[in-house]
């Protein structure tokens, strides 16, 4: 079996990959798999097209085909066409003073949220009494709420 054979194999449409999913769910839930490995599968899976999509000789090899069927190619399972994936801009050399000046400001104001962010994350439990200095009331700061999920991180070898 040629090994690109492998690919092509799975499903290839919205349809197709949700009628697989569930068909997966449904067996790895079943309790007669082991979904350990599975997983595991999975991840080396998730690596592996990450690290075929992210090519760029594969990618600059692909967008000459597109370009050679008129920038777009059709078939039943997608539409491929050449766009731009993202512009950027460099403000560097522009010299507008107005720009630097709000650029050095929201920098300052980033700093000092983060500042102020490590400061409440250390906050004692029962909090702890702030004077507003406009008004001299006193009000009681408190921690963040912290909340977390769990899940499984797998690292492949």
Known sequence: ?????????LPGTKLKIGQFCQKAKSEILSGDYNPIPIMIHLKAIEELIKKLRT???????????????NGKFDNDNATVIVSENGTKYDFSKCGDSEYFKLHQQLTEI??????RIVFLKSLPVDGLDQINEETGEIYRIYRPIKSSTSGVKITLK
């Open 55 to 69: 090519d760029k000789e594969i990618s600059e090899y692909v967008n000459k085909e597109v370009e050679l069927n």
């Open 1 to 9: 079996m040629r090994l690109l054979q492998i690919i092509n194999e």
């Open 110 to 115: 980033e700093t000092k949220i983060e500042e």
